[in-house]
T-cell receptor, first 112, second 112 residues
Framework: DAGVIQSPRHEVTEMGQEVTLRCKPISGHDYLFWYRQTMMRGLELLIYFNNNVPIDDSGMPEDRFSAKMPNASFSTLKIQPSEPRDSAVYFC??????????FGSGTRLTVV | SQQGEEDPQALSIQEGENATMNCSYK?????LQWYRQNSGRGLVHLIL?????REKHSGRLRVTLDTSKKSSSLLITASRAADTASYFC????????????FGKGTKLTVNP
């Protein structure tokens, strides 16, 4: 997990609040992915970036979700307003051509 | 959906036994990868097999790929308690091999 740092590790928030999840890739990459993991749906791809540009956001469930990548070393996933059904573990992963995915340790989000 | 399906969903064995997990997918692939996830952690890459390969080994891991049946298997030989984790197959599809589609995983428990 050393190649990707995610924060916070755990987040508990009340319904309606804004939540911002952070991802800091440490090692070199061409692509950055945001995934959501739940027991019911498994790992779902939400959005991914290539050289900081969003390529495919078709997995973003609603307009309440947004993601940015202002530079190669930082990305955020924002949920506003949050709902209980957003509770999940959110993973950031990076990929470089010719390599394999490296995942962060994830952020466990609980919306009450 | 392109999502792969692992089988079985859960597997419990004794230390020293072999564990076999299967994965099926729906569309043509560029490669297929297996990942491991320990509880509360991110996914870690185990092995990649390309669409023109039929079998691959890495230590105690053996992966097979049958593109005619759109299926793969992961064999862990001489299992150890430390192998307890969830195992996921992920497919990289032709025309978009940077994007991985994950199955829901097999939860393996190795009893000491």
């Amino acid at each position: 997990d050393a190649g990707v740092i995610q924060s916070p590790r755990h987040e508990v928030t009340e319904m309606g609040q804004e939540v911002t999840l952070r991802c800091k890739p440490i090692s070199g990459h061409d692509y950055l992915f945001w995934y959501r993991q739940t027991m019911m749906r498994g790992l779902e791809l939400l959005i991914y970036f290539n050289n900081n540009v969003p390529i495919d956001d078709s997995g973003m469930p609603e307009d309440r979700f947004s993601a940015k990548m202002p530079n190669a070393s930082f990305s955020t996933l924002k949920i506003q307003p949050s709902e209980p059904r957003d509770s999940a573990v959110y993973f950031c992963a990076i990929f470089a051509a010719g390599s394999v995915y490296t995942f962060g340790s994830g952020t466990r989000l609980t919306v009450v | 959906s392109q999502q792969g399906e692992e089988d079985p969903q859960a597997l419990s064995i004794q230390e020293g036994e072999n564990a076999t997990m299967n994965c099926s997918y729906k569309t043509s692939i560029n490669n297929l990868q297996w990942y491991r996830q320990n509880s509360g952690r991110g996914l870690v890459h185990l092995i990649l097999i390309r669409s023109n390969e039929r079998e691959k080994h890495s230590g105690r891991l053996r992966v097979t790929l049958d593109t005619s049946k759109k299926s793969s298997s992961l064999l862990i030989t001489a299992s150890r308690a430390a192998d307890t984790a969830s195992y996921f197959c992920a497919t990289a599809h032709q025309g978009g091999s940077e994007k991985l589609v994950f199955g829901k995983g097999t939860k393996l428990t190795v009893n000491p």
